[in-house]
């Protein structure tokens, strides 16, 4: 339903989002992980065709972002980071506002505001006027806004921040209710809140895309953490022709010896075939553990890796 490919964009020199790509299929849930300034908003501005990308592609239903912008936009509902309401206007005239900039026909603008605010729990508050309603509340007339022309795919900035927990998990059960319907790509900087609303987790950091993997594959990664004396320029690659291996990382260096994380695949314990690899090249071995992970971990590990990698590139 989504898919990006090696989407880019620069502000400047800057990569605010660096060569990602990641495809969404039909009734996913994801969420889109990364801390302050990953590139989740800019990523997410791409797709929605509200910001032009520097250099790939991105097609949501069948349609590029960059030849069909408009047919982008009917497929899809996008509530941005800060939802621009109009504070002065009452919700359901503002429902009625979007309805129309949306091209809902006349006839079905009725049912279509109707259906949204029962969707989205909005009946109380149909008649107020939007400045006066708490964050939460206007939380869900944006998302109401988002959900009125029914539109098969739902990109959703940060969709809880800003709000005290009983909303929090209102807006979650809420999501996960319209993902029974829609396409969801969400962003977050919360982790519980992948856990708890996505079936699958994208991690986002420095603009690229550390992490991608479905929850319940990840909570059962399994890593090994090794210290070795040698060049880690050698040992690495070594480390990676070990079958089994999904991904080796420096981690650091202490005089000689180097500390790296081995990634196994499907949460083997590759501890042995590991060892041997690189007492078999005469690498003395310090530490070598094995750490099953959990999905805070990784995340951690996923910015500190991506983190280090920019580090070393602008010292080179
Ligand atoms: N219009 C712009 N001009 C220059 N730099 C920008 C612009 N928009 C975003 N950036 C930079 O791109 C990087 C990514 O920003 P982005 O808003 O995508 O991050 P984010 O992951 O959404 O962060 P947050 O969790 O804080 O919302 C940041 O370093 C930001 O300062
Ligand atoms: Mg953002």
Known sequence: ?????????????????????????TGEIVGLLGPNGAGKTTTMRMLTTYLTPTSGRAVLAGHDVLDEPLEVRRKLGYLPESVPLYPEMRVREFLRFRARLKDVPRSSLRRAISEVVTRCRLEEVENRIIGQLSRGYRQ???????LLHDPPILILDEPTS????????EVRSLIRELGARHTILLSTHILPEVEAVCNRVIIIARGRIAVDGRLEDLRRESSIVVEAKGPADAIAPALQTVAGVDRVAVE?????????????RDGRDLREAVGQKLVSNGWPLRRLDLSRST????FIQAVNREALADARQEAS
């Open 295 to 298: 999905l805070e971990e990784q």
């Open 1 to 25: 339903m989504i898919e990006v490919d090696r989407l880019s964009r620069r502000f400047g020199s800057f990569r605010a989002v660096d060569d990602v790509s990641f495809a969404v299929g």
């Open 252 to 264: 650091g260096q202490d005089g000689p010896f180097v500390a790296l994380r081995v990634q196994a």
């Open 162 to 169: 800003g709000l005290d927990p009983i909303q929090i998990l």
């Open 140 to 146: 869900r007339v944006g998302l109401a806004g988002a």
